[in-house]
């Protein structure tokens, strides 16, 4: 049908943003370049990966034919207009157009008397979010005269494990969820048109700030105040749209008999007096630190969407590098370091590595249980190891139970992450002098350098190691220093701390 070429068209991946809020999908065509919306490494790796899982699927579809991945829509819409002249049975990246809307589905199966829409996601399960990014294309489809028997959603398999076990696909039906929302896409797409053609859209913020995922403008809608509900210890999303349905947008607006954990309410106390809290049992809990050696370990983990190491799931989670460093007797720390190298299965060398660096020590500091579940899986992928990393597991002592009930700071705005709460704790440490500051980037960089190195630069691939290795190491440094801090607290003394390396 004709189509008003003054107003902006519609994709699916526009029309899903629009659904989750008119100001996201307003932002998304008018400022199409806005720093929000330039992809990180952690998002482009997504995007990257969602690309692999696509083209693998199609694998499965020997039949299919690509129509195009031209750029250009009239020559998309032109191809995919022959193809199905042609007969084609199954065709991949069909575009077709109505209303102001254009979709691109990523496969499109024809059989006599069944015609069949299979969306593709590198999910490991089929989520809400899916519907409304199937139920568009099934309606721009009917726009075109092609009615729909089946949409399905086929995702990665959470039973696969790598090389072979089990199916890499799960397919899951939603034709009766799609059908459901089909009656409500046409004042979809006409209500987010409209909001196109005018002024930015007046939203109020709410959950669909943070479903299906966090908007990439939150910092633009929401205050800047380190006071806000939603900056309660615990409060999560749901909570804090709870209170301010109920008018409470300020952590001083909760009422006095508000039943909050103890980690809560000693943050409210913090905030009134503007100090540091800290309980009186703080040097008890540190009663089971007191041993030598005493180690510190962290791990960082590689997670791809189709697995690349035995027995793997999609996206599980596997140890690519730690840092351990281990009090000495003459006083001070030693440091050992592994970053795995080249795309075999790191983790039986890593695992060596590992026992060899903790052997000596009477305990080992983590800072939540993630070391531990770490551990773990590694038991399971290397069990000629199992026996020592069993022992490991049974030295592990955790620090982050003990800070979040003994002690608060106002400036941890929250949350007890070691990040927010390093720099309040030791002011003269914190992650600003270093290039990777999450673990979310190390993971995509160690993965950049375990699979693709060879179109690295090489100084660019020493450089990106460094980086890896100086982040690992801080996050066990600032373990190392949180505990002197802890210490201090719980006997008033200024304890003396070596360097981070000899």
Known sequence: MPQDTETPLLSKTLFVSGVQCLKLLWWRVHEPHAVELQPDKVLQDRFDQGRLVGEVARSHFPEGKLVTLEHDRATRLASTELALDAGVPILFEPAFQADNVFVSLDILQREPGSVSLTEVKSASERKDEHIPDAAVQAYVLQRNA???DRVEIMHLSKEYRHPAKGELFARTDVTDD?????????????????ALAGPLPQVAVGSHCYEPRECPFFDRCWPNDPRHIRHLYNVGPKKTCSYMSTGIHRIDDLPKNAKLPPAAQRQLRALATGQLIVEPGLGEALAGFDVYPLGFL????????????????????????FSYHESRAEGGYRHEAHLAEGPHDARPELAERLVMATANARKVVTYSGFEKTRIRDLQKSVPELAGPLSDLEGKLIDLLPVIRNHVYHPDFRGSFSIKYVLQPMVPDLSYSDLVIVDGLVASVEIARLLFVAHRIDPAERARVRQDLLDYCERDTWAMVRLLDRLRELATGTQAQTAGPTA
């Open 146 to 148: 092609i009615e729909l």
């Open 178 to 194: 799609v059908r459901a929302m089909l009656p409500a896409i046409p004042d979809l797409v006409r209500q987010q048109l409209a």
């Open 298 to 321: 962290d791990f960082e983990t590689i997670a791809r969407a189709i697995p690349v190491w035995h027995d793997l799931a999609p996206w599980g989670q596997a140890a690519a590098q």
